[in-house]
């Protein structure tokens, strides 16, 4: 299969496995557009950001796939998984209930996103790499 990068995703964040790396950018994207669709009041519905989160844990489910294919144990990268999954919902839970607004959740997101991919899947795709050769 063939996947291609737009650019949205900056190269220091690209972790040099093409399948993530595209899922990685469509997940800036998303955000990217939410941001744009939140300009001002906020958006009319949450439907997107619930949406965003269930990309989110389809993309981990990918991660998962990929190291189970190689054999890598996924556990420690499961477990941060889930317990950024709980996080980003429990914060989107704060949205809905007003205590906090769409544009603190999205500034979130995006920092949290970029910390997981340079301190989560970088070293994950370094193993992936070892494993394959």
Same mark, same amino acid.
């Given at each position: 299969?063939? !996947?291609? $990068?737009?650019? /949205? #995703?900056?190269? &220091? $964040?690209?972790?040099? #496995? ?15 557009? #939410?941001?744009?669709?939140?300009? +001002?009041? +906020?958006?009319?519905? /949450? ?7 269930? !990309? ?9 796939? *990929? &190291?189970?294919? /190689? ?5 420690? %990268? &499961?477990? *941060?998984?889930?317990?950024? #999954? ?7 839970? &704060? *949205?809905?209930? +007003?205590?906090?607004? *769409? %544009?603190?959740?999205?500034? !979130?997101?995006? !920092? ?22």
């Amino acid at each position: 299969m063939e !996947y291609t $990068l737009t650019g /949205l #995703l900056p190269t &220091a $964040l690209l972790i040099d #496995l093409p399948e993530i790396d595209v899922q990685h950018e469509e997940i800036f994207r998303r955000i990217e557009m #939410l941001k744009t669709s939140s300009f +001002g009041n +906020g958006p009319a519905s /949450l439907d997107e950001f619930h949406s965003l989160l269930d !990309y989110l844990e389809w993309h981990f489910a990918s991660e998962e796939r *990929v &190291a189970r294919q /190689l054999g890598i144990d996924f556990a420690d %990268h &499961a477990r *941060v998984h889930d317990d950024n #999954l709980r996080t980003l919902r429990k914060a989107l839970a &704060a *949205v809905h209930d +007003g205590s906090r607004d *769409v %544009h603190s959740f999205l500034r !979130y997101t995006e !920092y949290w996103f970029e910390r997981h991919i340079i301190d989560e899947d970088k070293p994950f795709a370094a193993r992936l790499r070892e494993c394959a050769t």
